[in-house]
């Protein structure tokens, strides 16, 4: 089997929003969307501090469809449109979406994004890799970790262009690979392990 995923280690992501902004441009997504979002943790705003003058912290948190082995998105969609594929990927099947957003209100980390109006692109034309498809006004879109890429045997362009190096990509059934020694630290964690879907993606410290 295999099992596709990231490891992010908060330790080194910079805030630099490079994996959102890259991200964007690979999938062709558009104006007033994101898939891949830098938060900073424990703040209401991008780029927020937690305490006051001059001792100040912030640990940025990068989020994005989590792949979860247990997806609450898969189970509540109506017509099949979410669905696991065999490397381990939450896929969404457009031509299957009716813009329920039923999937969008289970997902516990808020990673998907709804065509609410014609996509909007800037300049005003599609861009990005051509293999990707075009999403219309009523579909829901989010994080496919860069499934053109991945099935030709690259790494996703979040990972690619972060210049801190804080993403690591691989399989998670290969015992030997980066991603697997990674996931057995004891600094390993998850987003919302409580809420029992099982993210297949992970963060490293803090």
């Not at 994101?34 to 003058?53: F, H, M, P, Q, S």
Request: glycine share 6%; proline share 6%.
């Amino acid at each position: 089997m295999t099992k596709l995923a990231i490891a992010i280690n908060l330790n080194r992501c910079v805030g630099c929003h490079t994996c959102a902004n890259a991200c964007k441009m690979q999938n062709n997504v558009p104006m007033g969307m994101l898939w891949n979002r830098i938060l900073t943790k424990d703040c209401d705003v991008i780029d927020g501090a937690l305490g006051e003058y001059p001792n100040l912290t912030r640990v940025y948190l990068p989020v994005q469809c989590q792949h979860c082995e247990n997806a609450a998105c898969q189970k509540v969609w109506p017509t099949g449109a979410t669905y696991k594929d065999a490397s381990g990927r939450v896929e969404i099947d457009y031509d299957k979406c009716i813009g329920c957003r039923m999937c969008m209100a289970a997902c516990p980390f808020n990673a998907r994004v709804f065509n609410w109006d014609e996509p909007v692109r800037e300049p005003a034309f599609n861009y990005g890799d051509a293999r990707v498809p075009v999403r219309v006004k009523g579909v829901m879109e989010k994080c496919t970790l860069c499934k053109e890429r991945t099935d030709d045997g690259d790494i996703p362009m979040c990972v690619r262009v972060c210049p801190a190096r804080a993403r690591t990509f691989g399989d998670l059934d290969d015992p030997d690979s980066d991603l697997s020694k990674l996931a057995c630290s004891p600094e390993a964690h998850h987003l919302l392990e409580e809420k029992g879907t099982r993210p297949q993606l992970f963060y490293i410290g803090l």
